[in-house]
């Protein structure tokens, strides 16, 4: 149970300028297990075919932008939603794509989520 803090509110306030924030609170949730040796052979797996860490749906590569501080740095995106996995299913490398950060947001920004391939359309109709 979340418990809301007075002063508190979901609806936007256009003249909010500050807000109070920083309260403590504890929050009992379930969560699904993710296998982190799996990403780590992702990335692995991908950087040997590749020679680089890269976003699969913009190609932004962290180390070319912040350098050694992006090194081996980027998401880890389950095609196959984690919370749609029965327990004990396996997971292929082939289920995981890697994403920025903010690519990752907008693929899960509404639901149905987007898949990569209409992430990437998303891409090429920008100006960006």
């Not at 799996?38 to 180390?63: I, P």
Request: with cysteine; hydrophobic share 35%.
């Amino acid at each position: 149970m979340v418990k809301e803090i007075k002063g508190t509110s979901a609806a936007p306030q256009v003249d909010l300028e500050e807000a109070q924030e920083g309260a403590l609170l504890t929050r009992l949730h379930r969560y699904r297990e993710r296998n982190s040796a799996l990403v780590r052979r992702k990335k692995a797996a991908f950087t040997k075919s590749y020679g680089r860490l890269y976003c699969e749906a913009c190609g932004f590569d962290f180390v070319k932008v912040y350098g050694d501080r992006g090194e081996g740095f980027i998401e880890c995106h389950h095609t196959i939603p984690v919370s749609a996995l029965e327990a004990g299913r396996k997971t292929k490398l082939a289920d995981l794509v890697l994403l920025c950060a903010n690519c990752h947001r907008m693929v899960h920004s509404n639901k149905p989520w987007l898949s990569v391939e209409q992430l990437r359309r998303c891409l090429t109709r920008s100006s960006y």
